[in-house]
């Protein structure tokens, strides 16, 4: 392998280590059938910013989201509240449950 093998490579695995932190990942159990479904937010276009204003505190993002699981026609929605480090600090759920990771 070649010197320029090895920077490549290099930048590949920087590139997919990015793109990785750019995903929330979130694990949730159908209410209905029990069926567990992964879901992956994109932290740049998923989120809601709720643009507070200096010193304010609470929610800096918001994410609502529907899921749909493979086995039932059962609608999960998700409701979570992040802070400006994308920590999550509140989060509800309709029609399932989240399974902590």
């Known amino acids: ?12 695995q920087a590139a997919e280590k990015r793109r990785e932190a750019d995903f929330i990942t979130f694990k949730v ?3 209905k059938c029990g069926e ?5 937010v994109n932290r740049r276009t998923d ?10 505190q609470g929610a800096a993002f918001n ?3 529907e899921i749909l699981g493979k086995k039932c026609p059962n609608l999960i929605r998700i409701d979570v509240d ?6 999550v600090i509140a ?11």
């Open 82 to 87: 992040f802070d400006r480090n994308y920590r």
């Open 1 to 12: 392998m070649g010197i320029f093998d090895k920077i490549a490579a290099r930048m590949k």
């Open 36 to 40: 567990e479904i992964t879901v992956r």
């Open 63 to 65: 994410l609502k989201k």
């Open 91 to 101: 989060k509800e759920i309709s029609g399932g449950t989240f399974i902590e990771p």
């Open 29 to 31: 159990k159908c209410g």
């Open 47 to 56: 989120l809601q910013n709720l643009y507070l204003e200096p010193g304010e």
